[in-house]
């Protein structure tokens, strides 16, 4: 994931765009059709969204559960339960918004139930027989040393992200690593705009707190 | 036969001219709950404009025709009584001289220049909440 | 901002602000230290962040992932349940599209406008309606009254179309049908 970094007071990033309308809407006219042939009792148009979708939903439940296993239920669940409302789903809605609120919705709930902390080791997860759509930090041919200290930094955030409230979880996985804009996540999270510029406004504040050490 | 052909004449003529008659009402005004008499249904958005009270009740009626100028009487009841002398008409003006009488009283006389159609209101006694007023119409 | 709204701090950052806002908490951040601090903590927190991703990747390749959702579906057989389409709240789609909604209210303002000047929208009669020709005026001549403390005065109502003698000072009592008259033989 790239971004322009935005200078110190200076240089303040312009309006967010991340994707041209164009590709946006093309993405979306697919999904609809796949969308519609599932509606009339199609699997294999849902295999296709599901096999579109997979990662982008488990790195959220990952980011709201901060547990691989957890996250991998979530993410199977999340997909079971839009099998079971593809019926209910408005063709002018957007698939990829729509099954991101299912997960957020079952993460939120998931988590209220069981406060886990997280118990996989960083360099377990790391798997080489995984698809390449995961996601690495930018680096090459680090050193051990780095690599230990990359590890250590990772972890921390880890503890930080996990003393935030699910719903602060969600607004920051969806920001920061998702890179939603605000109306975005405003409607998976059900909420208006105000209310996510509120909740990532108070989700930095407190992590900048719990990471001052290596801020 | 020849008195025959002169009556019949006679009321052919008579039947041809067009009578000039009055009418007279006497009408009693109040704020009383009720509807006004269907009699003057085209009488009580004139009344209720110029005295404004909202019911209005025929108290009496009295039509008849000028005949020379000999003076009617119109007893309207209630002891008000009106007499009214017919003394020329030009240009379809008709002239009248009227008294109002209430019993033995005189209240009001006057002398009109009138249209035929033409209401005149004449605002008499009040008592408490009641008025009464005395509409006069020349007919032709 | 004039007062330190650090919530619009987090939309600067996002790039979220537009137009005036923006301009404004710009404006404020580049002239107060506070504001400019938080801009910069916030920053920090968001580059780390992004600098360091969850890095947790699905061990479930994808044919064994959707093998296990179709299970669970087919499992479950007919089973339905209801996820709400997600949507902006009814403010910030206002917000999201006002400019089409201000172009749509002017509009509609124009044509309504428009059309208030043509009678016919207006519910008003094409016809001329003519004017009910009111009966002429009566003349009113040597109006008296002679009871002591009584006046009359004749008028024309132009609004219910009648004329008027209107008399005062009448008293209503029944001394007055005992009183003499002056004026006519009543014995004719």
Known sequence: MTEDVAKISVNIPETVASKSAHEVSQAESDDRDLVE??????????????????????????????????????????????WQAIHSFRKDASFYTWIYRITTNLGIDFVRRRDRRPTTPLDEAIDPDVDASVQEPPSTNPSPVDEAQRRELREQIDAALLQLSPEHRVVIQLREFDDMDYAAIAKVIGCSI??????????RKHLQKLLKPVI | ?????????????????????????????????????????????????????????????????????????????????????????????HTLDFEMFSGRAALVKSTVHVHPGRTMLIKGPDVGDTLLVISLVVVE | MTHHNTEAITGLLDGELKGLRRWMAQRHVSRCTTCADEYRRQEQVRQLLRANPPVSPMTDSPEFFWSKVKTEIQRRGDERVAAPTPHLVFADWVRQHQFAVATAAAAFIAVVGALWFIPAFRGTPMVT????????????????????????????????????????????????????????????
């Open chain 1, 37 to 82: 042939r599932c509606q009339r009792g199609d699997l294999d148009a849902y295999e296709v969204l599901v096999g579109r979708y997979r990662v982008k939903v488990y790195n959220l439940a990952f980011g709201i559960l901060r547990n691989e296993q957890d996250a991998t239920d979530l993410c199977q669940e999340a997909f079971v339960r839009g």
């Open chain 3, 129 to 188: 309606v003519t004017p009910r020709t009111a009966t002429p005026v009566a003349r009113v001549e040597h109006l008296k009254t002679l009871i002591p403390h009584t006046a009359a005065t004749a008028f024309d109502d132009k609004d219910a179309d009648v004329t008027v003698i209107w008399v005062t000072g009448l008293p209503w009592t029944p001394d007055m049908n005992k009183m003499e008259t002056k004026f006519a033989n009543l014995d004719t």
């Open chain 1, 194 to 203: 105000g209310t996510v510029m509120s909740r990532l406004h108070y989700a």
């Open chain 2, 1 to 93: 036969m020849r008195r025959l052909v002169a009556v019949l004449l006679g009321c052919v003529l008579c039947g041809s001219v067009h009578a000039t008659s009055i009418e007279a009402r006497l009408i009693r005004a109040s704020n009383e709950d009720g509807k006004s008499d269907a009699q003057l249904a085209k009488l009580v958005p004139k009344l209720k404009k110029v005295f404004g009270y909202q019911l209005y009740k025929q108290l009496g009626i009295q039509k008849a025709d000028f005949k020379d100028k000999r003076t009617l009487r119109l007893d309207l009841g209630e002891g008000i009584v009106v007499f009214v002398t017919h003394s020329e008409v030009e240009d379809k003006v």
